[in-house]
């Protein structure tokens, strides 16, 4: 896990001291709320429709148990009790008082974490795999490159005023377990033609209004991995649309110029750039990758004993152990899933008695490491798997082993209108009804893997445009309704939903879901997928099932 350096330290601090007079000033009228927007965006702060709210940043989703107590704490002390981890692997407290913003930055940086380009039109939080250094298929460990392109990117002084915000993600095997295609760069690491670090470097993916796939752009060498990069973000920069706000992100751009267009012009920057000064030294490299290094694991039978009694003797553990434990690269090890999206539960939230359950967990049984998933689930990534029973009760009693990760109910969605001043539609009563109905696990486990994702308005933040089905908020004449898409997938067959007819009011959606779940059961083939099932059939009888009784509602 990456530690902060003397220049970190420094950086973090002075901008809690900078931010901690801004406050001062507005809080006494100095500075009016439109002073203050821009200076509060650069440190995580939205005004949103109840109260202030703050977006602390996760770098690609890594923490320490010391910092998720201290998350926990801040919850407790200065909000009401839980936090909400987002698509971006952030977490996000609803209700922080404005004079509170300095005292909570404060006791951020004291353990390491901060605010900074959590919201803003700059380089956002990059993120990657959740199981980055423990996935059996990886090359290497990507979270050093996330940590290498934290460091660039933060306050660079090309870069902190955008057209927009600027997305990127990482992963390091074949199997994309962080929907690099969504980015607005999507980098994959594989092996160059030296046999060294290379990256297929994907542009001009995003959601939101227009939705757009990331297109390959080139494969670089690790060497030249920065020096593409701010060739990319420099031709837009300088050519992306800033006179309309749905229009100002790299996508619109790529898309109008085509690929090949958009390939010349960033190669055309590339050669002008002086790339000896934005090569990394080996010995820096070397220096942030040691931060990485795997953990003191044990050598272990791959076979236990422990977990394999757990699972003859307790089904409801054989269920979370076929649902929420994934391999390891490590014989003897696992990986858990902490599901935040309990039957009911609002997704990706968490109480601070939680988290504290969690940085327990994390520091006794992980290496004092936990991570946070774009799906809005925590992941506990190095576990022996004789102390995988142990952890599943601890998470029981904690209310916190819902044994439905990748299922229909581990739901990815967004605050909504219960918070957020942009939505036209609430999500968490309509991702809480769907639980409901779908809540059966042994019914859900026959579905299998099934990704449903919500966003309360078309800035998609709950990733509806790639959901296997996706549901967006919208808004009739001052009547929330909701828009269903199918075959959406976030993956490296990465897809947009196509939507399948008329919005429909809250109360129907989770039974139209379940028709339609239900219609992929009865035409399956074999153990075919969800989104392989509409691949192959098209959305055709999904939407006949979706608005079977819909015409005597709607």
Not at 73 to 98: M, S, V
């Amino acid at each position: 896990m990456y530690r902060y350096d003397e220049f970190d330290t420094a950086l973090v601090r002075e901008r809690v001291a900078e931010f901690a007079d801004q406050v001062a000033r507005r809080a006494s009228g100095a500075l009016t709320e439109d002073e203050f927007k821009p200076l509060r965006l650069m440190n995580g702060v939205y005004l949103q429709l109840h109260a202030y709210m703050l977006r602390v940043a996760v770098p690609y989703g890594t923490m320490s148990s010391a910092q998720m107590r201290r998350l926990a704490h801040i919850a407790r002390t200065y909000d009401k009790g839980y936090g909400h981890f987002t698509t971006r692997t952030n977490i996000q407290y609803n209700w922080p008082a404005l004079t509170d913003l300095p005292a909570i930055l404060t006791e951020l940086a004291e353990v390491e974490m901060h605010a900074i380009q959590t919201s803003g039109n700059c380089i956002r939080n990059v993120t990657t795999d959740v199981f980055a250094g423990a996935a059996d298929d990886e090359i290497e460990d990507p979270r050093p490159w996330c940590e290498i392109l934290r460091q660039w990117s933060t306050i660079h002084p090309e870069f902190s005023f955008l057209p927009r915000k600027f997305k990127i993600a990482v992963i390091a095997s074949e199997t994309d377990r962080a929907a690099i295609r969504t980015h607005d760069v999507g980098l994959q690491i594989v092996r160059g033609d030296d046999g060294g670090t290379a990256f297929r470097v994907f542009v001009g993916g995003g959601q939101g209004r227009l939705p757009h796939i990331a297109q390959e752009i080139a494969t670089v060498p690790a060497a030249d991995l920065l020096a593409y990069l701010t060739a990319i973000i420099r031709a837009w920069n300088l050519e992306g649309r800033r006179d309309n706000i749905h229009k100002a992100r790299i996508k619109i751009l790529v898309a109008s110029l085509g690929i090949e267009a958009f390939r010349q012009k960033v190669e055309a920057h590339f050669a002008t750039l002086r790339r000896e000064d934005l090569r990394i030294p080996d010995a820096e490299r070397d220096r942030i990758t040691a931060y990485f290094a795997p953990p003191p694991f044990a050598q272990l039978d791959p076979k236990s004993a422990a977990f394999d009694r757990a699972l003859l003797g307790d089904p409801d553990f054989g269920r979370f152990a076929r649902n929420n434990v994934r391999r390891h690269r490590t014989p003897g090890y696992a990986s858990v899933v902490i599901s935040l999206k309990p039957i009911d539960g609002v997704p990706g939230d968490i109480t601070d008695a939680q988290m504290e359950v969690v940085a327990d967990l994390a520091e006794r049984f992980s290496f004092d490491e936990v991570r946070a998933a774009y799906e809005q689930n925590l992941v506990l990534p190095h576990v022996r798997l004789d102390d995988v029973p142990t952890v599943w009760r601890a998470l029981l009693d904690a209310g916190l082993a819902t044994a439905n990760a990748d299922l229909v109910t581990d739901i990815i969605a967004c605050p909504g209108l219960d918070y957020c001043s942009l939505a036209n539609a609430r999500s968490i009563p309509v991702a809480q009804a769907l639980s409901r109905q779908l809540a059966d696990l042994d019914w859900q486990e026959k579905v299998g893997p099934v990704r449903i994702n919500m966003s309360g308005c078309i800035n998609a933040c709950g990733h509806h445009h790639v959901g296997h089905i996706g549901v967006l908020g919208v808004d009739r004449k001052g009547e929330e309704y909701y828009q269903i898409t199918v075959g959406g997938s976030p993956d490296e067959q990465a897809s947009l939903g196509e939507i399948v007819g008329k919005s429909l009011p809250s109360a129907e959606v989770a039974p139209a879901i379940a028709r339609a779940l239900d219609r992929y059961l009865e035409i399956r083939q074999g153990d075919e997928r969800f989104i392989d099932t509409v691949r192959r059939v098209g959305a055709d009888p999904f939407r006949d099932a979706i608005y079977e009784t819909a015409d005597a509602v709607a």
